[in-house]
């Protein structure tokens, strides 16, 4: 598939921590189940179009760190709590200047929230039609795309924000939320149990 968007790909999914090896095929487009390149084949099964997973990376960064709301009120407090000032402050603002950089370079800069919110609700209808009735994205068993797909949605419906419409996109698409639902309680709920039970503070919870 065509150098630039396999290396994109194989970049992401590295940073993800996901093994991946490139295989590059003159007929990778009528291997692809859309028809559109790059894909990812995991066992027997084949998925194309991981934009969704991409924009949902950069649609959480952009309300994070671009909506000035929600950098002032959540995110800048937040991301400075673990240190003492005045390096609180020099790491939040550090870290918003980058993230608006980067939002700046691929082109995210001059977008309203509306549009983000509508990126968004976009990738959650590509995903929901991905995921259909099945239990996982490959059917009875979770992959690794699974993990991916659960950590970006949990975040996103667990993370308090000075808005809830970014979650209320998600809940939308019952399938989804069923999905994480489904993944929590299966991986979660155990040590969740457990460090209530050793008295430390539980974690976020769809229940």
């Given at each position: 598939?065509?150098?630039?968007?396999?290396?994109?790909?194989?970049?992401?999914?590295?940073?993800?921590?996901?093994?991946?090896?490139?295989?590059?095929?003159?007929?990778?487009?009528?291997?692809?189940?859309?028809?559109?390149?790059?894909?990812?084949?995991?066992?027997?099964q084949?998925?194309?179009?991981?934009?969704?997973?991409?924009?949902?990376?950069?649609?959480k960064?952009?309300?994070?760190?671009?909506?000035?709301?929600?950098?002032?009120?959540?995110s800048?407090?937040?991301?400075?709590?673990?240190?003492s000032?005045?390096?609180?402050?020099?790491?939040?603002?550090?870290?918003?200047?980058?993230?608006?950089?980067?939002?700046?370079?691929?082109?995210?800069?001059?977008?309203?929230?509306?549009?983000?919110?509508?990126?968004?609700?976009?990738?959650?209808?590509?995903?929901?039609?991905?995921?259909?009735?099945?239990?996982?994205?490959?059917?009875?068993?979770?992959?690794?795309?699974d993990?991916?797909?659960?950590?970006?949605?949990?975040?996103?419906?667990?993370?308090?924000?000075?808005?809830?419409?970014?979650?209320?996109?998600?809940?939308?698409?019952?399938?989804?939320?069923?999905?994480?639902?489904?993944?929590?309680?299966?991986?979660?709920?155990?040590?969740?149990?457990?460090?209530?039970?050793?008295?430390?503070?539980?974690?976020?919870?769809?229940?």
């Amino acid at each position: 598939f065509p150098p630039t968007i396999s290396f994109n790909h194989t970049a992401y999914l590295r940073m993800c921590n996901l093994p991946v090896h490139v295989s590059c095929r003159s007929n990778a487009e009528y291997m692809s189940p859309s028809g559109k390149v790059p894909f990812v084949h995991v066992g027997n099964q084949v998925v194309s179009e991981l934009g969704p997973i991409v924009q949902f990376t950069k649609a959480k960064l952009y309300i994070q760190w671009c909506d000035d709301t929600t950098a002032t009120e959540i995110s800048r407090p937040r991301y400075s709590s673990p240190y003492s000032w005045p390096l609180n402050q020099i790491l939040a603002y550090q870290k918003q200047w980058e993230v608006r950089r980067k939002m700046n370079a691929i082109g995210w800069a001059g977008k309203s929230l509306e549009q983000v919110y509508e990126d968004v609700s976009q990738c959650c209808q590509a995903l929901s039609q991905r995921l259909g009735t099945q239990p996982y994205f490959f059917n009875k068993q979770p992959t690794e795309l699974d993990a991916l797909v659960f950590g970006h949605l949990f975040t996103i419906l667990t993370t308090r924000l000075t808005s809830d419409e970014l979650g209320e996109k998600i809940k939308s698409y019952s399938n989804l939320l069923a999905f994480c639902r489904r993944i929590e309680q299966s991986y979660f709920e155990d040590s969740q149990a457990g460090s209530s039970s050793r008295g430390y503070s539980k974690g976020p919870s769809l229940f």
